[in-house]
């Protein structure tokens, strides 16, 4: 055992403390046996779950050679809050303020695809109105989603204007969702049978003008990034799925289109009339990070396209079905007639039943395929509320798209699965 | 209703039960021991050609008499027809069912989280460990109509418990492995992990009912 030493420091200052003593700095002990040896072993680094480059509660233990990933064992459940449980013990329409919770990023697309899993079980059919309406809400959850995740993206690939930019228009969107919905995360907007309101004055002038002014601010991020050389670097060739590794991997969204697989919900099952509105859907052809970018900020741009067409065919009409078995009445009618009282008592009371059976219905979501599986025992609350979430299979893919490249290029793969946590651990 | 039914009975003749057809999608029951076959089938069998696993997931009804189902959403890509496979698991035997991680990938995480919230094991599955549940949680499983609303426990009893937990028992086996840090554990820990047993569900207490 060596001993332990005292150096005695040349200091600018006097070298003195206050009591007068000489400050001296105790050096530990240095024994060339016990220096761990770096070179044998890996590193074990835990990323999360509490770190900005994850996006959200999301823990990855990882083990690395130098800065080589050999391998990633992704943690999730930090987030879990048991909504499929809570589901079993409610009314459809009452599972509408889970799904805000879920993909938070883009509510009001959660809340649609619920709805329409509902109805569908229930065989209602809702009016043309609501159909426009849940289209230019779907629209507009995909363009928040994708702009939450083309703003964050660029900040952990290094650069930070994009996400000032993408911001100042996703905010643009919020105050639409806002005026429209009451609230900016918790929308709620819709009920089985139709929506909880319609369009408020001056919405659609604003949304015109939005549909106007965003894509110049596309384009821009466009000139930033699309052929920016140090963005080309960490993207290109990063994350590589082909696409029958997508497919065997279970991936979905923008993920399964940038490695080349065109599925789009929107087009191959198609729902809300998406077979009548004129959109094209963005294919990749390498399904690495870059292509992904490529996919999503195409997807914005025919976002956009849709949201201008149902604006043209908006019609007019009622927004809910006629049916007071389904939809509440007016408050006015619930609190001046009978008729409508003992409906509004019945609906808020024991809720809407649906007839036995059972459906999976999904949607196209900013994330890939939202899917919703009910089973229904004919009451009015399900046996089973199953949430099939698109980012849940897509980070499962993670380990096998990082393992081999650099930390650095992890980050990079991971922001660019478009997580959310909310919807991942449910 | 699907055609591919039609070419299941004659590949597997009774193994395949009965068919329902519920909001126009079609529902195969097919016989428990042979349902990673009949999946496998359906995935090679070039007609079928079943290639995207859209969702593993389990169904326990309300009536307790019924069986538990283990649901396979199918989709064959190229020719975008769906298919569901059910397998029911009567709740008198045990709970297991071949897994399917062999012929898709995806079904790896989707079958944990069956594993993790309903105690169905997967077996052959490569990596069958508890998911949005920690490695340790001992109280059964959230997705089973007898686990209570609320949990078995009551709020204060939970925090009590949680302070009272070995915080290495927060990370898996597997990462501990890595690490190297699975000697740190209490000897009797190690030995009830590496048995793979996860712990034991506590009596729950008179105190409150969900």
């Not at chain 1, 002014?213 to 990034?225: A, S, W």
């Amino acid at each position: 055992m060596a001993e332990t030493r005292t150096v005695t420091l040349d200091l600018a200052t006097s070298g003195t403390d206050a009591q007068g003593h000489p400050v001296r700095v105790p050096l530990g002990v240095v024994d060339p046996e016990a220096e761990p040896d770096f070179t044998a072993e890996n590193m074990l680094l835990n990323v999360g779950p509490q770190h900005p480059a994850t996006h959200g509660v999301l823990r990855l233990v990882v083990q690395l050679d130098g800065e080589v990933v050999q391998r990633v064992v992704p943690h999730i459940g930090y987030l879990h809050s048991g909504f499929e449980k809570l589901g079993e013990y409610r009314h459809y329409n009452q599972i509408v303020p889970l799904t805000d919770r879920t993909d938070y990023l883009a509510p009001m697309a959660n809340n649609v695809a619920l709805t329409m899993a509902a109805e569908q079980l229930m065989g209602i059919e809702v009016t043309e109105r609501c159909k426009v309406l849940r289209v230019i809400a779907c629209e507009l959850s995909r363009i928040i989603s994708h702009l939450v995740w083309l703003g964050t993206t660029a900040i952990d690939i290094g650069a930070f204007t994009p996400f000032l930019w993408t911001f100042q228009e996703r905010e643009k969107v919020y105050n639409l969702q806002e005026a429209w919905t009451g609230a900016r995360l918790t929308t709620s907007l819709t009920r089985v049978g139709g929506m909880m309101a319609d369009l408020p004055d001056g919405f659609e002038d604003s949304l015109r003008h939005f549909c106007r002014n965003f894509p110049p601010v596309l384009d821009e991020v466009d000139r930033l990034l699309t052929r920016n050389g140090i963005w080309i670097s960490r993207t290109q060739g990063i994350g590589v799925m082909t696409a029958e590794e997508a497919v065997n991997y279970g991936l979905s969204g923008p993920m399964l289109r940038a490695s080349g697989v065109a599925y789009d919900v929107r087009r191959d099952r198609p729902y809300l009339d998406y077979e009548t509105y004129d959109f094209d859907v963005p294919i990749g052809q390498h399904g690495d990070v870059y292509d992904r970018y490529l996919v999503r900020v195409e997807e914005m741009r025919q976002s956009t396209r849709i949201i201008e067409q149902a604006l043209d065919r908006l019609p007019d009409g009622p927004v809910n079905v006629d049916d007071p078995q389904v939809i509440l009445p007016p408050k006015s009618a619930a609190m001046n007639d009978m008729e409508s009282m003992i409906f509004h008592f019945k609906q808020v009371m024991e809720g809407v039943p649906a007839p036995v059976g059972e459906v999976y219905f999904a949607i196209e979501n900013g994330k890939g395929e939202l899917g919703y599986y009910f089973v229904s025992d004919g009451t009015a609350k399900p046996v089973r509320w199953r949430i099939r979430p698109p980012s849940f299979l897509n980070i499962a893919a993670l380990p096998k798209m990082a393992e081999g490249h650099l930390f650095a290029d992890l980050i990079a793969i991971n922001a660019s699965v478009d997580l959310v946590m909310g919807e991942i651990d449910r | 209703m699907n055609p591919t039914v039609d070419s299941l009975r004659r590949a597997f003749g009774d193994k395949v039960g009965r068919v329902i057809v519920s909001c126009d999608q079609t529902i195969v029951y097919v016989d428990r021991e042979s349902i990673a076959e009949v999946l496998r089938w359906l995935k090679e069998a070039p007609d079928e050609n079943y290639d995207y696993l859209v969702d593993v997931t389990a169904v326990e009804y309300r009536d307790p008499e019924r069986p538990i189902e283990v649901v396979y959403q199918l989709r064959a890509m190229a020719r975008r027809a769906e298919l569901r496979i059910k397998a029911e698991l009567p709740k008198d035997q045990p709970l297991t069912v071949e897994s399917v991680v062999p012929v898709w990938r995806s079904a790896d995480w989707l079958e944990r989280e069956v594993y993790d919230m309903f105690g169905i094991t997967f077996t052959g599955h490569p990596d069958l460990r508890r998911l949005l549940m920690w490695e340790t949680y001992a109280e059964g499983y959230p997705l089973r109509k007898d686990f209570p609303l609320r949990g078995r426990f009551s709020r204060s009893e939970q925090v009590r418990q949680a302070l009272a937990a070995n915080p290495e028992a927060h990370y898996s086996l597997d990462e501990l492995s890595i690490a190297q840090a699975q000697y740190d554990l209490p000897e009797e820990m190690r030995e009830r992990l590496e048995r793979g047993d996860r712990g034991r569900i506590p009596e729950p207490k008179e105190e409150r009912h969900g």
